[in-house]
């Protein structure tokens, strides 16, 4: 899930016990939003990299273009 602000995952922590949100990033949130979609596609990528799954589900609420403008130019196209 991509987090879109400090106060969404202060919420995502407090609601959801099985998730935690890392005062790390809460902390960058505050400052800058455009950081959950950074870090969101930053895990993307490492999971893309460790062959360890044949893909993600990636939820991104309302950062959709975002999303998919990093991802494109994050992740080159493989066919």
Known sequence: MVVATAGMGRKLSADIPQLAVPAWLLASLADDPSVGVEHACEM????????????????????????AQRLETLLPRTR
């Open 44 to 67: 993307v990528s490492q999971v893309r990299d460790s062959d360890a799954f044949a893909g993600v589900h990636l939820i991104p609420v309302r950062r959709y273009r975002e999303v």
